[in-house]
């Protein structure tokens, strides 16, 4: 981490106050710059919010190891002057996170325990997922890939081609599932490699799945040559964005999601039960609402993957099955996500509700 961080600085950015730009934009500049001009630190992003610099007092420490990264087109649909903005919940960082609780450990889902060549991890029948980059477009306070070893992600063209090979013999993969990190963080040039070789090593895959936050936290990630890299595939592309409250979905996600749609991309969103962040079912009953408003399907509400650092955010499991059940008195089923939690060792997700 450099000492002096861009937001110290950020006066001499010429974009400050600029408005988003259109969405699918044509060239990549715009996300990058988006990702370049991101908060990296917290008095600064508490300013920007009217907010108390006290509010980040005492994280400095867990900030060292895994820092606030939060997008400006992300912190731009937090509310000002509200400590409890639900979007500002998710990426600030706080002093709990230094708190060591039972049962909370570095890799709770054991991934380590399934990776089968390197970046590949394989759980469940059928499907591989591919660690493609290691590199995020937000630090999500909750992740369960927080400590996650991502120097072991390939990260050259030749290692990405020896881990597909290593599954081209495997008849019975029907799925591969690009995520990280965040695959989007990708360039368009590197991403259109990556799915070149996919196409080329693994011909006979039904589906490739991306999961991804970008198309969320940076819309104008959803560039033209994207929309055309997805539209050429010739197998089904899911993308699984992943989106906990209605509030992250404003006029420019929107748009990014009509332009994914445009590319005949099927839209699934999975979401993390999280403690003042989603644990009401108004908040539930709205972020499906809103998802489908823009035609993205509720997939996974996931129960936290018990990561170090991360206990505050735990509610209790039959928290999440009561909203699911309320939720089901309220909305059509297919409004309703699926209540699941990763069990190490089962042969799937485990559907809780
Ligand atoms: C969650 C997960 C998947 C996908 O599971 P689905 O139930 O198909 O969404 C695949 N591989 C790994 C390693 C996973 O953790
Ligand atoms: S974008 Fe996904 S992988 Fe990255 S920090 Fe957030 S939850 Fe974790």
């Known amino acids: 981490m450099p000492t002096r961080t861009i937001d ?15 969405i699918p934009c044509h060239d990549e500049s715009a996300w990058l710059a988006e990702m370049k001009w991101a908060y990296r630190d917290a008095a600064a992003l508490l300013q920007r919010l009217k907010l108390p610099a006290s509010l980040a007092e005492g994280a400095q420490q867990p900030a060292d190891s895994f820092p606030l990264f939060a997008p400006r087109s992300f912190v731009q649909r937090m509310r000002s002057s509200d400590p409890k903005d639900p979007l500002l919940r998710q990426v600030l960082p706080s002093a709990e996170e230094a708190e060591v609780h039972r049962g909370f450990t570095d ?17 469940y029948a059928g499907r591989a997922l591919l660690i493609a980059t290691g590199s995020c477009a937000v630090h999500c306070r909750y992740c369960f890939r927080r400590h996650f070893p991502y120097s072991e992600a390939p990260r050259s063209l030749n290692l990405w081609r020896e881990s597909l090979q290593a599954l081209s ?7 591969l599932i690009l995520s990280g990190g965040d695959p989007l963080t990708l360039r368009d040039l590197r991403l259109g490699e990556l799915l070149e070789l996919v196409s080329q090593l693994l011909p006979d895959l039904k589906r490739l799945r991306i999961h991804t936050r970008l198309p969320v936290v940076i819309p104008q990630r959803v560039t033209a040559e994207l929309i055309e890299l997805l539209a050429s595939r010739s197998t089904r592309v899911v993308v699984v964005l992943h989106v906990n409250h209605a509030n992250e979905i404003d006029r420019t996600v929107c748009q990014a999601i009509d332009a994914l749609r445009s590319a005949s991309v099927m839209l699934l969103n999975q979401a993390v039960l999280l403690r003042g962040v989603n644990d009401t079912l108004v908040s539930q009953v709205d972020l499906s609402e809103r998802l489908l408003e823009v035609g993205v399907m509720p997939y996974y509400l996931h129960q936290l993957d018990r990561v170090a650092g991360a206990a505050h955010y735990e509610c209790d499991v039959r928290l999440g099955e009561t909203l699911i059940e309320q939720m089901r008195g309220r909305l059509p089923g297919y409004a309703v996500p699926r209540f699941v939690r990763d069990d ?7 559907w809780l509700a």
């Open 8 to 22: 110290e600085t950020s006066t001499s950015d010429p974009q400050a106050d600029a408005p988003i730009s259109p």
């Open 107 to 123: 890799d709770p889902v054991a991934d380590a325990d399934f990776a089968a060549s390197p970046g590949i991890i394989r759980k």
């Open 169 to 175: 013999a495997d008849s019975s993969l029907n799925e």
């Open 344 to 350: 190490p060792g089962m042969p799937s997700k485990s």
